[in-house]
């Protein structure tokens, strides 16, 4: 799957993965060594992440959905290792990038669709 921005009319992440349920969401990106610029997690019925136990710093960005749009409330870059984010109350998903590399694809506002791969 990828995930298209709308907003600014270009893939935002080639190689999405989305985890929806329990276990999915709780381990996230956890025992992996890194995540390529390309990839991204979307993490759906979550408004907060921590980074326990994780290996390299992330850009996480908070969306709430509309139908299959997803808006992007908030943007948190270059979150570390052994940190937690605060509640984002206006979101119900998290989109978790490679770090440093949010700026240069997504931006609060922007709105981004989900496209199945054929």
């Given at each position: 799957?990828?995930?298209?921005?709308?907003?600014?009319?270009?893939?935002?992440?080639?190689n999405l993965t989305i985890a929806?349920?329990?276990?999915?969401?709780?381990?996230?990106?956890?025992?992996?060594?890194?995540?390529?610029?390309?990839?991204?997690?979307?993490?759906?019925?979550?408004?907060?992440?921590?980074?326990?136990?994780?290996?390299?710093?992330?850009?996480?960005?908070?969306l709430k959905a509309n139908k299959?749009?997803?808006?992007?409330?908030?943007?948190?870059?270059?979150?570390?290792?052994?940190?937690?984010?605060?509640?984002?109350?206006?979101?119900?998903?998290?989109?978790?990038?490679?770090?440093?590399?949010?700026?240069?694809?997504?931006?609060?506002?922007?709105?981004?669709?989900?496209?199945?791969?054929?």
């Amino acid at each position: 799957m990828k995930l298209f921005n709308l907003t600014k009319n270009r893939v935002a992440v080639e190689n999405l993965t989305i985890a929806k349920n329990y276990l999915q969401r709780t381990r996230g990106l956890l025992g992996r060594k890194s995540i390529d610029e390309n990839e991204g997690l979307l993490i759906i019925n979550c408004n907060w992440i921590h980074m326990f136990f994780m290996k390299f710093p992330i850009d996480a960005v908070f969306l709430k959905a509309n139908k299959t749009i997803y808006k992007v409330v908030k943007i948190l870059d270059n979150i570390k290792p052994w940190r937690l984010s605060s509640p984002i109350f206006r979101a119900d998903s998290v989109l978790e990038i490679k770090s440093s590399t949010v700026k240069n694809i997504i931006s609060v506002g922007d709105e981004l669709k989900i496209l199945e791969d054929l």
